[in-house]
């Protein structure tokens, strides 16, 4: 997905079009080398996203390099 950024603190995927700082964390580190993809719509009660330690409902990125 070349439309879109991931942010290498939070895992967070956003769109391209914002390429200097990460919508949920801040961060400016984003970067377009990642793998996988897991939409998590409830934290609270997904084993998935307290293995990531997400707490926001988003899409994220499984890797990220």
Not at 19 to 25: L, M, N, P, W
Not at 37 to 62: F, N, Q, R
Request: proline share 3%; net charge negative.
């Amino acid at each position: 997905m070349a439309d879109r950024l991931v942010c290498r603190e939070c895992h967070r995927v956003q769109d391209a079009s914002n390429e200097e700082v990460c919508d949920a964390c801040g961060s400016s580190s984003l970067t377009e080398d990642w793998a996988g993809y897991v939409v998590i719509a409830h934290p609270e009660s997904s084993d998935i996203a307290k293995e990531m330690e997400v707490t926001e409902p988003g899409s994220y990125a499984l890797k990220v390099r």
